[in-house]
């Protein structure tokens, strides 16, 4: 069962929780990550299912009214309902099994940065920080555009629990954090010019 009281831990007093959070095995770490991922992927299916439907009817309004073609292609439309509801519960299931894997991954991440800034415990530790900082992402993630503050509550959380399990200061808890992010975020700029260029090389082929 989920511990409700190590939930509102993490969200109302979060460097006590992962300071107390230091003996749980990792087992019990997981398990608590899965359940939460677990019950935000029932919440976040359903979201989808209704905003997908009413979002996929509308479309098929739009193009309803855009004479006969338009009448005859929302026609036709009106036959791939059923497809765009399992493509979602699909689409959601996969994440679910991402981020049931991909837990470990994003953990060890995190742990390297963690590295580079000053951590001084092993990779178990981060591991359960990162499923443990997950806790505010899984309650709202699952809610049109509240889920943005889940992302960044995440993040914030992330840094606390890399403090606190890791014996890392604030600060560099914070730069592991951050410098990733700006890594990533610098790689898909220059992912992004090399498109754009590749675009202008194709254009100016044929003008």
């Known amino acids: 069962m989920l511990d409700m009281n190590k939930v509102k ?4 007093a979060p460097a006590e929780t992962f300071r107390a959070s230091k003996g749980d095995s990792l087992g019990s770490a997981f398990r608590y990550y899965t359940i939460l991922l677990v019950i935000w992927t029932i919440l976040a299916a359903i979201v989808w299912l209704v ?8 479309i098929i309004i739009r193009i ?3 004479g006969v073609f338009g009448s005859q292609v ?9 497809f765009v509801s399992t493509f979602q519960l699909f689409t959601v299931y996969v994440f679910f099994l991402l981020s049931l894997v991909g837990i470990f991954f994003s953990a060890f991440i995190w742990h390297i940065f963690a590295l580079l800034f000053g951590a001084k415990k092993e990779f178990s530790q981060t591991i359960k920080t990162t499923m443990y900082a997950s806790t505010p992402f899984f309650l709202l993630g ?3 555009y509240i889920a943005a503050i889940g992302v960044i509550w995440y993040l914030v959380l992330l840094i606390i629990g890399l403090a606190e399990m890791q014996d890392m200061s604030m600060g560099e808890a914070a730069m592991a954090v951050v410098v990733p992010l700006l890594l990533l975020l610098i790689g898909a700029i220059i992912w992004g010019g090399v498109i754009y260029t590749l675009m202008m090389g194709i254009l100016g082929i044929f003008t």
């Open 51 to 58: 905003m997908g439907y009413f979002a996929f009817q509308d």
């Open 64 to 66: 309803g009214n855009m």
């Open 142 to 144: 699952w809610i049109p």
């Open 74 to 82: 929302a026609e036709a439309l009106t036959h791939f309902g059923a």
């Open 9 to 12: 831990g993490f969200l109302m």
